[in-house]
Each structure stands twice: as structure tokens, then as C-alpha cells.
């Protein structure tokens, strides 16, 4: 009987699945923003969306958090901050030193599974300005896509790899 590493457990415990560098490249060639100074990754993983985007925008400064402390990267360009955090924190700005509505651009692939049900993530969503009716059934990708908006600028961009069921689905 083959026995799953710690590693691939602990992805599964946090919901993980890293991006490929080929679909981050992808996303970030969507996008539309020219002038990126600050740009965010909620949900970092191993980095691969601040790394298609630095190769767009180099010159801006790239504030990452993940909750793994596996995905710290080694060796850290001055243009980036990686904080070990939850990214659903709702104290989260204060955290990371990042004012709420900052971000010209924000990129994420968020995890599927949420640890364990918070009802301070209904806050989240408000002040997104989103319903909060049902939230206790959302999945992460909910709470992740909320937290970027109230992250963001006005005028900002939010790229953000979900599941097509989150789009075309019936709930």
C-alpha cells in the first residue's frame, strides 16, 4: 500500500493546487492594466502568477501571502513582500501593512476547501459589498475573490482562476 507524503496531506488539509507557469502566463496576458505599482497574490502557492507578472510589469512591487509555510520562497526580491498568513483574515491589511483599496492588481487561484467555518468571513464579503445570505455554504473561492475586491482599487484589475462551476454552476 502506497502511503501520501506529508506534503501532498498538508495540500490537500489546505485545499492546494498550484497554478502551472504556462496558465499564469496565460492570465496575466488577459489582463488589462498598464501601470501596475502594487500588485497582490492571496493564496500564493509556488508563486506562479507574481511570476508571469513580474515578467509584465517588473517594475512593481509584488505583496504575496499563503497560510503554508512551504511556499515562503527563498531568496525574495526586494520587489516583493511574502507574508505566512491567512489570507482570510479580516484583519488581513493591518497584517500585511497594505491599506484596504490599494492594489492595482490583484491575481489568485484560491484554494477549494475552507478550514473550518468563521462567521467573521461574512465580513469579508460585506465589505465587498456582497451578499452575505448563505455564506456559511461558500466555498473558499468565495471568500478569496472578496477579499481581493476590498483589496483593490478602484479601477483595478482582479485575475482569479476558479472553477467553472462557480461561474456556470446553479447555486
Same mark, same amino acid.
Request: aromatic share 8%.
Given at each position: 500500500?502506497?502511503?501520501?507524503?506529508?506534503?501532498?496531506?498538508? *495540500?490537500?488539509?489546505?485545499?492546494? $493546487? $498550484?497554478?502551472?507557469?504556462?496558465? =499564469?502566463?496565460? @492570465?496575466?496576458?488577459?489582463?488589462?492594466? +498598464? &501601470?501596475?505599482?502594487? /500588485?497582490?497574490?492571496?493564496?500564493? =502557492?509556488? =508563486?506562479?502568477?507574481?511570476?508571469?507578472?513580474?515578467? !509584465?510589469?517588473?517594475?512593481?512591487?509584488?505583496?504575496?501571502?499563503?497560510? %503554508?509555510? !512551504? +511556499?515562503?520562497?527563498?531568496?525574495?526580491?526586494?520587489?516583493?513582500?511574502?507574508?505566512?498568513?491567512?489570507?482570510?483574515?479580516? %484583519?488581513?491589511?493591518?497584517?500585511?501593512?497594505?491599506?484596504?483599496?490599494?492594489?492595482?492588481?490583484? @491575481?489568485?487561484?484560491?484554494?477549494? /476547501?475552507?478550514?473550518?467555518?468563521?462567521? *467573521? $468571513?461574512? !465580513?469579508?464579503?460585506? *465589505?465587498?459589498?456582497?451578499?452575505?445570505?448563505?455564506?456559511?455554504?461558500?466555498?473558499? %473561492?468565495?471568500?478569496?475573490?472578496?477579499? &481581493?475586491?476590498?483589496?483593490?482599487?478602484?479601477?483595478?484589475? @482582479?485575475?482569479?482562476?476558479?472553477?467553472?462551476?462557480?461561474?456556470?454552476?446553479?447555486?
Amino acid at each position: 500500500m502506497r502511503h501520501a507524503d506529508s506534503s501532498s496531506l498538508a *495540500r490537500k488539509f489546505h485545499g492546494q $493546487y $498550484y497554478t502551472k507557469a504556462v496558465v =499564469g502566463r496565460l @492570465l496575466v496576458a488577459s489582463l488589462r492594466q +498598464n &501601470n501596475v505599482v502594487t /500588485a497582490l497574490e492571496l493564496g500564493a =502557492g509556488e =508563486g506562479a502568477l507574481i511570476a508571469a507578472a513580474r515578467g !509584465r510589469w517588473p517594475s512593481a512591487h509584488f505583496v504575496s501571502v499563503d497560510i %503554508d509555510p !512551504r +511556499n515562503a520562497p527563498a531568496g525574495i526580491p526586494t520587489s516583493r513582500s511574502h507574508f505566512v498568513d491567512d489570507a482570510l483574515r479580516h %484583519d488581513l491589511p493591518a497584517r500585511i501593512g497594505m491599506a484596504e483599496g490599494s492594489a492595482d492588481l490583484a @491575481l489568485c487561484n484560491p484554494p477549494f /476547501a475552507l478550514r473550518k467555518w468563521d462567521k *467573521r $468571513y461574512q !465580513r469579508i464579503l460585506a *465589505r465587498a459589498g456582497l451578499p452575505t445570505a448563505g455564506a456559511a455554504t461558500f466555498g473558499a %473561492d468565495a471568500f478569496f475573490i472578496a477579499q &481581493n475586491l476590498w483589496l483593490l482599487r478602484e479601477h483595478g484589475e @482582479l485575475g482569479v482562476i476558479v472553477p467553472a462551476g462557480l461561474i456556470a454552476g446553479s447555486r
